[in-house]
């Protein structure tokens, strides 16, 4: 199988402008996240919408691409640089790796942990959940719990605490996992799930992966005991200073 990796990303962040291209310890956060992957993957790409980003990843020789500014969702932007990288490369991928561009120092273990997903047939989508250790993260709803079956196929992924416990007193008895946000398709999956319309359940949640349930999509779930540090705001990026 041909293992791609590709990193959406914007210069336009609401929380945080001009992400990609702040600079930790002398090295831009686009550049670190891709030297990361490149250890593990032999295809890395960028897939940005700004000449700034493309700019930069140029300049350390990386792969990048300009992809619409329309694009709602990482992974319909990762869709269009596979088509467009495929065309300029003129190789085919058939299976795509969707990096967040925001984890200057992700953890080789995860990439590696997704990629074996692939080794059954059956999988179409692949990500990764970890058990949650501390209790006010299950109601943080800025991060998404998961709940899923005995051959580890996603159920439903939720802002709110789920399952929910009428007796609150019980929670600390059951495991709660959070999603972590990295994702891989199969190149037909991909193509797929990226003309489907908004389901109503990813609007009210705001999760995209609900579409792909609510379309019969399978998500095979992988535990990781690993987390990355996610840069979103100011405040995140001064913690990381101080590590």
């Not at 019969?216 to 840069?231: A, R």
């Amino acid at each position: 199988m041909n293992f791609i990796g590709i990193i959406p990303s914007r210069y336009a962040s609401v929380r945080l402008p001009g992400k990609p291209l702040i600079k930790i310890k002398g090295k831009t956060m686009i550049k670190r996240v891709y030297e990361r992957v490149e250890k593990v993957l032999n295809y890395v790409l960028v897939a940005t919408d700004d000449e700034r980003i493309k700019k930069e990843v140029e300049s350390f020789g990386g792969n990048v691409v300009i992809t619409s500014t329309k694009h709602q969702s990482g992974t319909d932007r990762c869709a269009e640089a596979l088509e467009i990288f495929e065309k300029k490369e003129k190789k085919k991928f058939d299976i795509i790796i969707n990096i967040q561009g925001d984890e200057p120092f992700i953890h080789y273990e995860q990439i590696k942990l997704i990629q074996k997903c692939f080794q059954e047939k059956e999988t179409q989508i692949a990500t990764l959940v970890k058990k949650i250790t501390k209790k006010y993260d299950i109601f943080d709803e800025n991060k998404p719990k998961v709940i899923f079956n005995k051959n580890k196929e996603a159920i439903y992924f939720s802002r709110f605490p789920i399952p929910f416990f009428r007796d609150e007193s019980k929670i600390s008895e059951h495991s709660f996992y959070k999603h972590i946000g990295m994702y891989a398709y199969r190149k037909d999956i991909l193509k797929k799930i990226t003309k489907l319309s908004p389901s109503t359940l990813e609007k009210a949640e705001n999760l995209e992966q609900l579409r792909w349930i609510e379309n019969n999509f399978k998500i095979k779930i992988e535990i990781t005991n690993l987390e990355s540090i996610s840069i979103d705001t100011k405040e995140d990026l001064e913690k990381l200073k101080n590590l």
